[in-house]
C-alpha cells in the first residue's frame, strides 16, 4: 500500500524539481502507472476490496454459516463467539488459519444474517415533563436498631425531569408496592399520567401476547384511583426502563453507602427523604436546565391527588387458637388468653396488625414478614402464667422478652425466690411484670431498682415504690428500707391481760 510520505515525494518530485515519471518510477520503485494515478488525484489510502476472499478459510465458510444460523434458536447467552468458532473449527475441524481470519468472516455473516451483537438499534428520546415515571426495586442492607437487616429500596423517577423518591420498605410485597406510590405521588406533589414497571407479579398475574397483561385485582383498584395508566416492559428487556436501573444502583451507591446506622426504619426513611428532596442541583446529559430547575417545571403538568390518601390496608378474619394466636400470613400474633378460641378479625398495615374481637381492639403488633414467626405480647399471658407458675422458665412469651428485660429484674426474680421458694416468689415477680401493663417502662424499673436497693422482697413494696415515686424527696423523710424495719412488740401487756383474769 502507499503510504502518504512516498505520495507526497512523488508529487513534490514531479511537480516541484520538475522530474519524469520513468525517473520517479526508478527512484521509488513503484510502477509509471501507479505514478501517474499519484499525480492525477488525491491521496485516498487503503480501499478495501469490494468482496474479501478466504482462500484459507474457503472449506469451511459452509460449516461457520450453519451454526452460526443454528445460534437464531438458542438463548442469546449461548450462542458462538467468534473466539468459539475458531476453536471448533481447530478442534473438530483441523483448521490452520488464523484466528484473524474467523473473526473477520464471523463479523461479516452475523451481519448479513441479522444476528450480529450489536444490531439493536435505540431512538434518542427526550420524555416530556410530569407525563411518565419509572418504578422499580433494589436490594440494600442497613443497621436498624444494632441488628444488621435486609431491605428493599423501592424507586420512582421522572422521566422527564431525572427528579427522583426513594424509600426504604422490609418487602416487596403488595402493600409496601402500594405504599411506595403514595409516599412517591406526595413528594412529587402530583400523579404521572404513565408509570412504568417490570412485570411485578404484585401488579401483573398473567403476562399475556405483546403487551396485553392481565392485571391484580388490587392494583387495578390503584389505578383507577389515582388515574395513572400503567406500562409494562417486554420480559427481559430492562433497558426499556433504564433510567431506573439506573437509580437503583445510584441511590445504592450514594445513599447506602457507608451502610446506614438508624434506631428504625421510619429514621431511615426520614434520612432517605431528605437526600431526594436536596438531589437536583445537576444537569443530565442533554439539557440546558438543572434536575431541580425542571422539576419545578414538571409540577404544573402533573395530575392532582386525591383529597384521602388511598387506603393501604388488607383485612383478614379467622379464630384464635389453643395458644392465642390468630394466623395472618403465616404467621402468629398473640391475643389476650380470655380470647383464645374467639373469632378475630385483623387490619394489616405496611408496618403493624391491629387485632379486633366484637368490633373492639384488643391487640396492635409489629408487622412480621416471613414464615412461621411469632410475636407475642408477654402481657397477654400474664395472667395464665401466674395461675401456672411452673411454665414461667419455658413459657415463649417470657423467654422472648427475658432476652431483652434490663438485669435489674433477674435481680429481683432472684430475691423473690430466695426469700419465698420458687413457685410463690415466681407467682410474686409475675404481679411486678404485670406494673408494666398500666405504667410506664422506666418508671417500673426505677422501682424495681430502687425495691433492690431497699432489700426488700414483695411486689406490694414495688407497687408502693411506684405509686409514690418522687414523693419522698424530702430527706427527713426514711426511705423504704428503713420504714420496713419493725420495731420490737411491746409483750409486757400481755402480762397485765393474763393478771386481770
Given amino acids: 500500500m502507499l503510504e502518504v510520505e512516498q505520495y507526497d515525494y512523488i508529487r513534490t518530485a514531479y511537480r516541484v524539481y520538475g522530474k519524469k515519471i520513468r525517473q520517479i518510477a526508478r527512484e521509488t520503485g513503484h510502477s509509471r502507472k501507479t505514478i501517474r494515478k499519484v ?23 459452509g460449516i461457520i454459516d450453519s451454526w452460526l444460523e443454528d445460534d437464531k434458536n438458542c438463548p442469546r447467552k449461548q450462542r458462538h463467539t467468534a473466539i468459539r468458532v475458531f476453536h471448533r473449527l481447530q478442534q473438530e475441524h483441523g483448521f490452520t488459519g488464523s484466528e484473524a481470519t474467523v473473526r473477520r468472516y464471523v463479523r461479516e455473516t452475523r451481519i448479513r444474517l441479522g ?37 428493599k429500596l423501592f424507586c420512582m423517577r421522572s422521566k422527564g425531569s431525572g427528579k427522583h423518591f426513594v424509600q426504604c420498605f422490609p418487602c416487596e410485597r403488595q402493600q409496601a408496592l402500594f405504599e411506595g406510590h403514595i409516599q412517591g405521588f406526595a413528594f412529587f406533589g402530583g400523579i404521572f399520567s404513565v408509570l412504568i414497571y417490570d412485570n411485578l407479579t404484585t401488579a401483573v398475574e398473567k403476562v399475556l401476547r405483546g403487551r396485553d397483561r392481565r392485571l391484580q385485582e388490587n392494583f387495578l383498584k390503584l389505578k383507577a384511583y389515582y388515574s395513572f395508566t400503567p406500562r409494562f416492559c417486554n420480559p427481559g428487556q430492562g433497558h426499556e426502563k433504564g433510567g431506573i436501573e439506573g437509580l437503583v444502583g445510584y441511590a445504592r451507591r450514594n445513599y447506602m453507602v457507608p451502610v446506614p446506622v438508624a434506631d428504625s426504619l421510619d429514621q431511615l426513611n426520614e434520612r432517605l427523604l431528605i437526600q431526594c428532596l436536596n438531589f437536583g442541583s445537576h444537569r443530565t446529559a442533554g439539557r440546558d436546565k438543572t434536575v431541580g430547575e425542571l422539576y419545578e417545571q414538571e409540577k404544573q403538568f402533573l395530575l392532582p391527588l386525591p383529597n384521602v390518601p388511598f387506603s393501604n390496608i388488607d383485612t383478614w378474619s379467622g379464630k384464635a387458637d389453643k395458644f392465642s394466636t390468630v394466623h395472618v400470613d403465616k404467621n402468629r400474633y398473640s391475643v389476650p388468653t380470655e380470647n383464645a378460641g374467639t373469632k378475630i378479625s385483623a387490619v394489616k398495615y405496611i408496618d403493624r396488625v391491629e387485632l379486633y374481637y366484637g368490633g373492639q381492639k384488643i391487640a396492635v403488633h409489629k408487622r412480621l414478614f416471613g414464615n412461621n414467626k411469632w410475636q407475642l405480647d408477654p402481657m397477654h399471658y400474664l395472667a395464665l402464667i401466674h395461675q401456672r407458675p411452673q411454665a414461667f422458665d419455658s413459657a415463649r412469651p417470657i423467654r422472648q422478652w427475658r432476652k431483652d428485660w434490663p438485669q435489674c429484674l433477674e435481680e429481683l426474680l432472684k430475691r423473690f425466690r430466695q426469700k419465698q421458694g420458687d413457685t410463690k416468689g415466681t ?25 433492690l436497693a431497699a432489700n426488700v422482697s414483695c411486689s406490694d413494696a414495688v407497687v408502693y415504690l411506684l405509686q409514690n415515686a418522687g414523693k419522698n424527696s424530702d430527706p427527713s423523710i426514711e426511705p423504704l428500707g428503713n420504714w420496713l424495719r419493725f420495731e420490737p412488740a411491746d409483750v409486757s401487756v400481755y402480762g397485765q391481760i393474763g393478771g386481770g383474769i
Avoid at 119 to 138: K, M, R, T
Fill in 39 to 61: 499525480l492525477q488525484g488525491q491521496y485516498m489510502g487503503y480501499k478495501s476490496r469490494a468482496k474479501q476472499v478466504y482462500p484459507i478459510l474457503g472449506c469451511y465458510l
Fill in 427 to 451: 407467682k410474686e415477680f409475675i404481679l411486678v411484670l404485670m406494673l408494666f401493663k398500666e405504667h410506664p417502662k422506666d418508671d417500673v424499673i426505677d422501682a424495681v431498682e430502687a425495691a
Fill in 115 to 151: 444476528i450480529h451483537k450489536n444490531s439493536a438499534v435505540f431512538i434518542p428520546c427526550d420524555a416530556l415533563l410530569g407525563q411518565e415515571a419509572e418504578i422499580d426495586w433494589g436490594n440494600c442492607i442497613a443497621i436498624l436498631d444494632g441488628k444488621q437487616t435486609a431491605l
